[in-house]
């Protein structure tokens, strides 16, 4: 309107039509089409690109949300392990036999999707144990599980769950050796045998790390394994000590998330299973394991589908590249009305006598758009291979650390 009036009052002969060719030129080069693209194309892009590392991203927000992580918080089993436990020798108390210890655990656990019940169920139905009737069943977060078995009361779980019932574990505790995780079991509040189990560090697990540092992001290990555990697994993969929080229940490991947050930083929370699942709703990112439990990845932001934590690392990488984009995308958006809509407007013709015509500004309006959405696609060519990739394989845990 601005520059139809000031053609129609100051412009040469005819008035109405330099004004009118003015007006129309400057709705055409103002159109937003180029801004409007500008976000959404990147984030189209970076998702697909994501997808085909097999990081499936929860829309635009999450990828965006993901380019400002400062620190990644990474669970234990299955995250940096396997998550695919293997049952070691049975140690049985007095009065009690290995096979029974292994009927009695394995009945209390049948259907649990704890991978230390899975080992256990594995072994069981082996052997066909584990198949006795249960009543009064009941499970504590992050500490174990009981129930009635025959008449007797079974708890099955880590040493601080039975010894805070007043089981004595006495000699059963040399039992943890080198294993990764020992489930204690009691009847009737004696206690009644061990189950070590060995789990191994994935092989790809210190590159994760490794590449995350160096991208300058805080890592962090908070599980709810014994502080032995998590030391043998930090050590392994480059978490440095000061940074490892061990025998955390769920709602510790939501604390934990919130106590880095409460520094000013973003963090991303990486996990696979049940009792993640708080952290990762938690986290300013929750990044869930795709082999892990479903309520895990329901409550996450990005879901790596094949279960190698160095595409933790590719998914940031990604972020913050498709968020560069992004602003190149919306500077060239912004830049572009800013310088041609005065030359629109006629700011060349007193000096120049140059003026724009509506063809030329849709001509410069659809390249604008073009340059965005070309830009855009550069994305594809996004390298999805880390600084580092590794080869061979890492010891079982209980060897990693000697």
Known sequence: ALTFGLWFVFGPDPKLTHALVAFITVVVISCPCAMGLATPTAIMVGTGKGAEAGILIRGGEALELAAGVDAVVFDKTGTLTRGRPTLGEIVAAPDFTAEEVLDLAASVQRGREHPLAAAILARADEAGLGLRAVKGFKAVAGRGVR?????????????????????????????????????????????????????????????????????????????GDVARVAQSVAFAVGIPMDRVLAEVLPAGKVD????????????????????????????????AIGTGADVAMEASDVTLVGGDPRAVATAIRLSRQTRRIIRQNLLWAFGYNVVLIPVAMGALFPVFGITLNPALAAGAMALSSVSVVSNSLRLRRFSLAGRSRARGSIAPLGTAAT
């Not at 697990?205 to 540092?213: F, G, K, S, T, Y």
């Not at 947050?261 to 993640?276: E, F, K």
């Open 147 to 223: 129930g009635r078995v025959d008449g007797r009361e079974v708890l099955v779980g880590a040493a601080a769950f039975l010894e805070g019932t007043g089981v004595d574990l006495g000699p059963l505790c040399a039992a943890e050796g080198s294993a990764s995780a020992v489930s204690y079991v009691a009847v009737n509040g004696r206690a009644a045998g061990a189950l070590p189990s060995v789990d191994e560090i994935k092989p790809e697990a210190a590159d994760a790390v490794r590449e995350l540092v160096a991208a300058g992001l805080e890592v962090w290990l908070v599980t």
């Open 256 to 287: 934990a998330v919130a106590a880095i947050q409460a520094r000013g930083l973003r963090v991303a929370m990486v996990g696979d299973g049940i009792n993640d699942a708080p952290a990762l709703a938690r986290a300013d990112v929750g990044i």
